[in-house]
């Protein structure tokens, strides 16, 4: 899985070059998206990728879509009328239902018929291969059929695409204008991954400085700035009484740049505050929470971290890089956060 991740970065690298002997700057949230959804679209689909692709972009145009309905005044039950957005809604609903649909078809086939022929070091051939092993009641009653198979798909996407896409994004900014942080991680990089071979997961491992600067970037920029839960029963918090159905606002970039919990610098970047761990970065260690926290917590953690390891590294051996003149800082969120008018960057080869 790394292999590809680190091999996906190169060839992204490789259309920038006319760009960087031209002395063009590249907005690299446009880049880092697309790299995440072919990483994301490799790693789930496997052989299929480009199947799977497709139908991420669709479920793009259904999260922009999403987004804007959320962000308007909505009257109940304005979903069910016969508007043109909605029956547009519905049709791309549809046709990612279909298209998700045939490629799991395409595979529980070959799984059947050809065992050589396929790939179940993938996403896909291993929650099928989870799902076809009956041990006993218990599990038979937790298999999933092909609507949850499809819906865990959509999930994979959604919740681990924009996200990655994010936080690589906003480290590049912070990258391209903190230099000397920038010189530090390539003098690391160079140390544990060498200058032009492509990283291994193992070298990844004591990218330390690397590590740190990531912590600080999804403090200050966590790609999910709100989490929402639902209390399923009445809660006494302190002195306040959260009755059952309440929904309660989790305001997560709140709590990861308030001064009682981070000190004075809470807005500054500062990534030393994270050498000696998360634990204790943070006076109240529940407070940095980009993953969220408890049973519900991100399943991607560890995916995201060697994903935007790789990348960075990848790049920093490569180029040096600073932020355009240009750039207007402008974070918005749409479902997660992003910059509004891009990140353009500057690259210079490095010989
Ligand atoms: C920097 C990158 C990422 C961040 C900041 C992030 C953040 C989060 C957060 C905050 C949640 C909890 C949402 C909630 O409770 O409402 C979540 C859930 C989830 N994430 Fe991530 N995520 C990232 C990358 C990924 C990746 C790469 C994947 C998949 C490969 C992924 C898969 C998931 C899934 C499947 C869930 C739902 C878990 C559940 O409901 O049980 N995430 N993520």
């Not at 790299?35 to 139908?55: C, M, N, V, Y």
């Not at 991100?298 to 990848?314: L, N, P, R």
Request: charged letters at 25%; a negative charge; hydrophobic letters at 40%.
């Amino acid at each position: 899985m790394a292999s590809i991740m680190g091999e996906l970065t190169v060839k992204v690298i490789e259309k920038w070059g006319s760009d960087v002997k031209a002395r063009r700057a590249i907005d690299v949230n446009g880049e880092f998206r697309e790299l995440s959804a072919d990483i994301i679209a490799h790693t789930a689909f496997g052989s299929s990728f480009e199947e799977g692709k497709a139908i991420f972009e669709l479920q793009q145009k259904q999260q922009e879509l999403l987004s804007k309905i959320l962000s308007r005044f909505n009257v109940p039950g304005s979903k069910y009328l016969p508007t043109s957005e909605n029956e547009y809604r519905k049709k791309l609903k549809k046709t990612i239902n279909e298209g998700l649909s045939q490629i799991v078809k395409k595979r529980i086939g070959l799984t059947e018929v050809a065992n050589g022929d396929r790939n179940d070091n993938d996403l896909l051939g291993l929650m099928l291969a989870a799902n076809s092993e009956v041990l006993d009641e218990r599990e038979k009653i937790l298999r999933m059929g092909l609507d949850e198979l499809i819906e865990e798909c959509k999930t994979f996407f959604f919740a681990g695409h924009e996200t990655t896409a994010t936080l690589l994004t906003f480290m590049f900014l912070l990258l391209g204008t903190h230099l000397e942080w920038q010189e530090r991680l390539r003098d690391e990089v160079y140390e544990a991954c060498g200058k032009a071979q492509l990283p291994t997961v193992d070298s990844l491992n004591y990218l330390k400085l690397v590590g740190m600067v990531m912590n600080e970037t999804l403090r200050l920029y966590p790609p999910a700035v709100m989490l929402r839960r639902e209390a399923t029963t009445d809660i006494k918090l302190g002195d306040t009484l959260i009755p059952a159905g309440t929904v309660v606002g989790l305001p997560i970039l709140a709590w990861h740049q308030d001064e009682q919990y981070w000190g004075v610098d809470a807005k500054d970047f500062h990534p030393e505050r994270f050498e000696e761990g998360i634990a204790k970065a943070c006076k109240v260690p529940g407070a940095y929470l980009p993953f969220s926290l408890g049973p519900r917590n991100c399943i991607g953690q560890q995916f995201a971290y060697i994903e935007a390891k790789m990348v960075v590294a990848t790049i920093l051996q490569r180029y040096r890089f600073r932020l355009s003149p240009e750039y207007v800082h402008s974070p918005i969120t749409v479902l997660t956060l992003r910059p509004q008018f891009g990140v353009p960057i500057y690259f210079e080869e490095l010989v």
